[in-house]
């Protein structure tokens, strides 16, 4: 039945990648999207468009989305942070825009460079310009249960974003453990204050494995109806300058647990391993710049 059909939202070309200290060649991020994009993903997170000064890690958006093939049924989805780089993800045939505020005020500032109410702002002509080109948007909340900065965020903030971008016109938020502190308790108590304003089908879970509870958040979700999942193939990201520490869930785990909960993903086990055999090359071999130190 429907309810037992999930949708994972492959992030790691952006949320993976953008995390890799070492630039990974513009036909390489070509390459592994579309390894990703013949695995049966129908949402593939592809890039960003924000300062390259922030992220140099994605300068090369327009080139990416230039080089990619464009499955059928495929949406490749970008970031954009404000009006510039939404109008760029247009120009680059983006079949969606992503914006992204966070709970945190701290992170907010340390993200984009100002307050979760000018975020709120800002997005209002990125929504105008994706609507006139008749692209969807999704909204992210960052630190949904800690902030990196704060603390531990409290439920209610989390839910009172949420509510903010669904008002400004987006089809779906992802709830973003941006640092993968969440546990079971804490995570459902955040879902139940953010179910409270905006409805579990218009929710995604955005779980980083930092501690290892990746999984048990999302099956914390699953039981409150959430049917989407952001997850990075082989686990892509992560903090070059704390070995050991985890980046997004990695795809392959969510598969299965999926599948053992009897859920139906639509993935090919064959491709995904393929892909994630190439991602984990690709972390291995990305230039490092001179002055930083091996990590691993
Ligand atoms: P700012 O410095 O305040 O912006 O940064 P500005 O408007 O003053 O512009 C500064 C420079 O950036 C200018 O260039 C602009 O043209 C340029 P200059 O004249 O100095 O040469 N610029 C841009 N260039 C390309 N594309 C753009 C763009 N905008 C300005 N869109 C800004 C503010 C928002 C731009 C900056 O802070 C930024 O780009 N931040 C992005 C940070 C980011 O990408 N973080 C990672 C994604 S969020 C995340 O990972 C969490 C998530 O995964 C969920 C979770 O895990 O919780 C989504
Ligand atoms: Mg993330």
Redesign the pocket.
């Known amino acids: 039945s429907d309810n037992l059909k999930v949708t994972i939202v492959e992030v790691g070309p952006r ?1 993976g990648l ?1 995390n890799e200290t070492g630039f990974v060649d513009t036909r390489s991020k070509i390459a592994l999207i579309d390894m990703l994009s013949g695995c049966g993903f129908k949402r593939i997170e592809a890039t ?8 140099p890690q994605m300068a090369d958006a327009a080139e990416v989305m230039a080089g990619i093939e464009r499955r059928a049924g495929v949406i490749y989805s970008v ?4 009006l ?2 939404c109008e ?1 993800a247009i120009a680059a045939r983006a079949d969606e825009v992503a914006v ?1 505020a966070s709970a945190s005020e701290s992170f907010s500032r340390k ?3 100002c307050s979760i109410a000018e975020s709120l702002l800002r997005f209002r002509p990125v929504v105008e310009a994706a609507k006139a080109a008749r692209i969807p948007i999704r909204g ?1 909340v ?2 949904v249960v800690e902030c990196p900065y704060e603390g531990p965020v409290v439920p209610d903030a989390v839910a009172r974003i949420a509510a903010e971008l669904q008002a400004l016109g987006c089809h779906e938020v992802s709830l ?3 640092i993968g502190q969440g546990r079971p308790e804490t995570t459902a108590a955040m879902l139940d204050a953010v179910l409270s304003a905006v409805p579990a089908d218009r929710l995604a879970g ?1 779980f ?1 494995d930092t501690n290892g509870r990746a999984l048990d958040n999302i099956k914390v979700s699953l039981e409150r109806g959430l049917r989407v999942f952001d997850s990075a193939i082989a686990g892509l990201g992560g903090c070059p300058y704390a070995p050991g520490a985890e980046g997004n869930v990695d795809t392959v785990k969510v598969n299965s647990l999926l599948r053992q909960l009897g859920y139906e993903t639509g993935l090919d086990d064959g491709g995904l391993s393929a892909a994630a055999s190439f991602a984990r090359a690709l972390k291995r071999s990305a230039v490092r710049p001179q002055s930083l130190p091996e990590t691993t």
Do not use: E, M
Request: with cysteine.
């Open positions: 949320d953008q960003s468009f924000v300062s390259s000064r922030w992220v970031l954009a942070p404000n510039k780089g760029a992204f993200n984009i460079n992210y960052s630190c973003g453990d941006t955005h980083h």
